[in-house]
């Protein structure tokens, strides 16, 4: 079955950008049928949306994040990979990622997630 | 963006319990929801979508209910495995979640 595993640096300096990179195993992300997200949650809060992904490379970002947020995608490497710049403490929080079942509603890509990787953490602090 | 709201935020409750979770939207999403258990230090774990479907593996003691704006995921007899958070999602525009409801141990 899929499984996705979120890697990168725990640990961010204010005003760099976090990045992170999430490898795909048991399946691949070039077959399609699925987009490919990123999802956080801040520390004892709720889960908040980032953005996803197609293996085309089609983005679609939270308007709330999507001045700072870029994600990529590396098909020979079966990856994807999560740029958010300028961070602030407001920033910390345990990074998912996660294989999305989208449908499109009034031209909207949307759906829900399963599996998620195991999450990582990333504090933002100098 | 459409907002879900979760009730109650936390309760007590004992195994062999029958459990109710409420979501609500801000406006209609017809069925386009889902239902999450997260336990501490875990990933959510996709429980139900699209309102009432269960996901392969998932206990039958768990059901989802509802469309519109009002949704609700039933635990029809709680299991100590079944102490944790839950949490819905949207899907009807970009996705959202609700703040969660922590189901702890009477």
């Known amino acids: 079955q899929v499984q996705l595993q979120e890697s990168g640096p725990g640990l961010v300096k204010p005003s760099q950008t976090l990045s992170l990179t999430c490898t795909v195993s048991g399946g691949s992300i070039s077959s399609g049928g699925y987009y490919w997200s990123w999802i956080r949650q801040h520390p004892g809060k709720g889960l908040e949306w980032i953005g996803y992904?197609?293996?085309?490379?089609?983005?679609y970002y939270n308007p709330s994040l999507k001045s700072r947020v870029t994600i990529s995608v590396d098909t020979s490497k079966n990856q994807f990979s999560l740029k958010l710049s300028s961070v602030t403490a407001a920033d910390t929080a345990v990074y998912y990622c996660a294989r999305v079942s989208g449908i499109t509603i009034f031209g909207v890509v949307t759906g829900w997630f399963d599996p998620w990787g195991q999450g990582t953490l990333v504090t933002v602090s100098s | 963006a459409i907002r879900m709201t979760q009730s109650p935020s936390s309760f007590s409750a004992s195994t062999g319990d029958r459990v109710t979770i409420t979501c609500r939207a801000s406006?209609?999403?017809?069925?386009?929801l889902a239902w999450y258990q997260q336990k501490p230090g875990k990933a959510p774990k996709l429980l139900i979508y699209?309102?009432?479907t269960l996901q392969s593996g998932v206990p039958s003691r768990f059901s989802g209910s509802g469309s519109g704006t009002d949704f609700t995921l039933t635990i029809s007899c709680l299991q100590s495995e079944d102490f944790a958070t839950y949490y819905c999602?949207?899907?009807?525009?970009?996705?959202?979640f609700g703040g969660g409801t922590k189901v702890e141990i009477k």
């Open positions: 699209a309102a009432s």
């Open positions: 992904i197609y293996y085309s490379g089609s983005t």
């Open positions: 406006q209609g999403i017809s069925s386009y």
């Open positions: 999602q949207q899907y009807y525009s970009y996705p959202s």
